[in-house]
């Protein structure tokens, strides 16, 4: 499918805009939108403005509260689970169903500490088994996905132990997280060149319980600015799944009633869709 092969940092963005989060769907489908104060929004993906344009401020579609930013967009069935967390380390997982909303002025969803910062929501695939967190600092901690409550809302648990005097001091955070499965690597960018690939028999030293304070990066890759899991399919085929700073989000559309749609998401929260025939 044409739609599914944009590559949505090549879309035209207003200014010096760039791309935040993307996500990939049919127009049929609901969107949802998180912002960062732990709120969802809801929109019907075929009413997003075409890509053709520079796209529409999401606010004017939105009752936001002033100055909050959008942080992830999804696109997904019901009964989909994405992992939900933000920077002070607490998270859960939850179906896409919980996000819906069909007021104009969102629904609270995650109740956030500390003023932290909410993260990109990832995806929760069946094949999933461990949830790998890093702290700014440099600490890994990998434990068992089912250690992560499933909630419809809330404040979660602790993902990785931040202490909570380092984390208002701002000396330390969650930076980043990532799902991996019992056959993926872990990929960790660092500051700098190189990064460091990691398969499950290379991060025993990191695995233990939840809410642990997780264990120090070797010296060099303490400063890590993303991290990736990297699913093998085939000998010739290698997926990229990216958790990193700078999310966007995306959709397919198809000949009849299963349209499919591209949509973006700038840092300054425009949206706008792109119809594509399918191949």
Excluded: W
């Amino acid at each position: 499918a044409k739609g599914h092969e944009i590559d949505p940092v090549s879309l035209s963005y207003r200014g010096d805009d760039i791309l935040q989060d993307f996500s990939r769907g049919k127009s049929n489908q609901i969107a949802v939108f998180l912002d960062s104060n732990g709120k969802a929004y809801s929109l019907p993906s075929h009413s997003l403005p075409s890509a053709r344009g520079m796209g529409d401020p999401i606010t004017g579609r939105v009752s936001a509260d002033s100055g909050v930013k959008f942080i992830s967009s999804l696109i997904g069935n019901d009964d989909d689970k994405y992992m939900i967390m933000n920077t002070a380390g607490y998270g859960y997982i939850s179906e896409f169903k919980n996000m819906v909303s069909n007021k104009k002025s969102g629904k609270a969803f995650m109740r956030i500490p500390n003023k932290a910062d909410l993260l990109k929501a990832i995806r929760v695939r069946e094949d999933h088994v461990y949830i790998a967190a890093i702290s700014n600092i440099g600490r890994l901690l990998i434990f068992k996905i089912d250690e992560l409550p499933m909630l419809a809302k809330g404040k979660g648990n602790k993902i990785i132990n931040i202490p909570t005097a380092k984390f208002i001091a701002k000396e330390e955070f969650m930076s980043h997280a990532q799902l991996i499965s019992l056959t993926s690597s872990l990929r960790i960018d660092r500051v700098g060149k190189g990064s460091l690939t990691l398969k499950l028999k290379d991060l025993e030293n990191y695995i233990s319980s939840r809410a642990k304070r997780g264990n120090m990066l070797p010296q060099g890759y303490r400063k890590v600015i993303g991290m990736e899991e990297e699913v093998e399919m085939s000998a010739r085929y290698l997926i990229h799944i990216r958790c990193c700073r700078r999310i966007a989000l995306g959709q397919t559309r198809g000949r009849q009633a299963h349209h499919h749609t591209h949509t973006h998401i700038s840092t300054h929260t425009h949206t706008h869709r792109e119809y594509e025939q399918q191949a």
